[in-house]
T-cell receptor
Framework: GAGVSQSPSNKVTEKGKDVELRCDPISGHTALYWYRQSLGQGLEFLIYFQGNSAPDKSGLPSDRFSAERTGGSVSTLTIQRTQQEDSAVYLC????????????FGPGTRLTVL | ELKVEQNPLFLSMQEEKNYTIYCNYSTTSDRLYWYRQDPGKSLESLFVLLSNGAVKQEGRLMASLDTKARLSTLHITAAVHDLSATYFCAVDPYLIQGAQKLVFGQGTRLTINP
């Protein structure tokens, strides 16, 4: 069956530009998570959605980062005025409703800010 | 702040040998997850450990959880080259109601040589 998909797979942008990263979770999964993986910081939790609601945004690195989810499905992570330190792999995961469910990860979007 | 520490961070082994990866964490939790990541790929779920004393086995890998010691181990038996990957443990510290806010270890890069 279809897993979590993310697009684009690679994104190269210039410093100061805005970027949008997309995540399509597994159908029927109500929970959706965004993580960032970089050499210096390892794997960091950014934000999660339960349905379309994001109760905890404390993991977002700065106010340049925002995320939304529509229809309980697709999510978009937006980074405004990108900086070089935003370069990383952005991973999305989804899980069925349940606090102990396994999270299923997408292939990630590799973001490079020049 | 929850800290999750893995050791070793790098492990080079020969085939057919046994070894153990350790995951220590700094706060109370009985939800621990092990993931595998191949180079350039996303994370694949290996084990979900949800209680003290939990033990799970899949092929040559066995994971266990000791919540009192705040320690999980991933034991590799008679290693084969296909197990070469980076292994992550992740802990859910119960910071979010109804969802998981996983905190990941640094990862253990395992290389198995013929």
């Amino acid at each position: 069956g279809a897993g979590v998909s993310q697009s684009p797979s690679n994104k190269v942008t210039e410093k100061g530009k805005d970027v949008e990263l997309r995540c399509d979770p597994i159908s029927g999964h109500t929970a959706l998570y965004w993580y960032r993986q970089s050499l210096g910081q390892g794997l960091e939790f950014l934000i999660y959605f339960q349905g379309n609601s994001a109760p905890d945004k404390s993991g977002l690195p700065s106010d340049r980062f925002s995320a939304e989810r529509t229809g309980g499905s697709v999510s978009t992570l937006t980074i405004q005025r990108t900086q070089q330190e935003d370069s990383a792999v952005y991973l999305c995961a989804s899980s069925p409703f349940g606090i102990t469910d396994t999270q299923y990860f997408g292939p990630g979007t590799r973001l490079t800010v020049l | 702040e929850l800290k999750v520490e893995q050791n070793p961070l790098f492990l080079s082994m020969q085939e057919e040998k046994n070894y153990t990866i350790y995951c220590n964490y700094s706060t109370t939790s009985d939800r621990l997850y092990w993931y595998r990541q191949d180079p350039g790929k996303s994370l694949e779920s290996l084990f979900v450990l949800l209680s003290n004393g939990a033990v799970k086995q899949e092929g040559r890998l066995m994971a266990s959880l000791d919540t009192k010691a705040r320690l999980s181990t991933l034991h590799i038996t008679a290693a084969v080259h296909d197990l070469s990957a980076t292994y992550f443990c992740a802990v859910d510290p119960y910071l979010i109601q109804g969802a998981q806010k996983l905190v990941f270890g640094q990862g253990t890069r395992l290389t198995i040589n013929p």
